[in-house]
Every structure is written in C-alpha cells, then in structure tokens.
C-alpha cells in the first residue's frame, strides 16, 4: 500500500461509505466507481491507497474493529466473551451480521476477497481469539485437549450468520449471551 497522505478522520470517512455500500448493495454490485462517488474522491486516489477492491473492502471491515480481543482479560473466559459481546451495541451486531451475509458468498466466485479477509480480517481475529483461549487453558478453565478449542470462531460466526436466516431475527445481546452461555462456553467445558 502506498504511504496514505489522508487523515484518520477522512480514511475512516471512506471506510464508512464502503461497508454501507456494501450492506445496500453487497459485494459483486460494489464499485469503486461507486466508492469514489460517495466520498467524493477519485478511483485512482482509490486504487493507489488500496490496491483492490477486495483490500480496500477486507480494511474497512477490520477497521470497523478498533479493539482487538486478545487485550481483553478479565480473568475468565466468561468474563472475556462477556466483554467481548458489549464492544458493540445491538445496531452494530445487526450492521455487522449484514457485511458477513453480503460477503459470505462473494468469497466463493472471488479468490482476491477470499484472500484479503483471511490476511487483513480473519487471522487476525482467530489470533486474538487464540490468545484468549489460551489463557483460559493456562488457567486451568478448558482442557488443552478440548477438541472444541478448534471450532470457537466457527460457532460464534455461525451464530451472526445462521441466526437472521433461520428465525427472521437479527442478533442482538441478548441472543448471543444466550448462544455463547449455553453453546459455546459449555462446547468448551466451563
């Protein structure tokens, strides 16, 4: 990436205005044409801070994620997913559900995407979860051989996925305390 001449604020203006174009219209029918146009920028300003559209779409989803979960602690892996869980309100998690159903079957006819939010999205995240639960083992809360340790993100992104089709419902706090208290914690024998 070249060296970004703008301003946090104006690159956190731009990230914004891919994700709600990106919830209004998903992945296939985002342009950078249309990214341009709503920032009122140049595609070639586009181009040259961000390379693609698949970087420029996996940045503005990792940027919607400012804290980073390994730095939670609490000293229990309840406590972690529970402060977790209120690092967004029940509008984000909403708003958040939606980038992963507008991503989620872009990544299949589109290697790039798939690519760039392993690199800049997912790794990140599984690393930080890992470092989460590898405290909880060190603390003696789950057995290092835990064949569910593999499958936590599996279950949580599930969850924000599955939830909006299944029951017509969007996820909010309430449903994933529920599912993290009696799925998840429990999967992992706490």
């Known amino acids: ?16 205005a891919v994700l709600d174009l990106l919830r209004e219209v998903g992945y296939d029918a985002l ?9 009122h920028s140049s595609k070639a300003t586009l181009y040259r801070q961000w390379g693609s559209k698949p970087e420029l779409v996996a940045k503005a989803m990792r940027h919607n994620k400012p804290i980073k979960i390994a730095e939670i602690d609490t000293g229990s892996l309840r406590g972690d997913f529970h402060a977790m869980m209120e690092l967004t309100d029940d509008c984000q998690m909403e708003k958040d559900s939606a980038l992963m159903r507008g991503v989620a079957h872009a990544v299949h006819t589109n ?13 990140p995240e599984m690393s930080s979860l890992r470092d989460v639960l590898e405290r909880a083992v060190a603390r003696g809360e789950i057995s290092a051989d835990n064949p ?30 529920d599912y993290v208290n009696a799925v998840v914690l429990p999967s992992l024998g706490v």
């Open 31 to 39: 342009t950078m044409d249309a990214v341009a146009a709503r920032t």
């Open 111 to 123: 290697p790039d995407l798939l690519q760039a939010l392993r690199e800049l999205l997912i790794e």
């Open 148 to 177: 569910a340790l593999k499958y936590v993100l599996h279950m949580i992104i599930g969850a924000f996925v599955v939830r909006p089709l299944i029951e017509d419902q969007p996820i909010d706090h309430a449903f994933i305390t």
């Open 1 to 16: 990436m070249a060296r970004s001449r703008l301003t946090p604020e104006r690159e956190s203006e731009l990230y914004e």
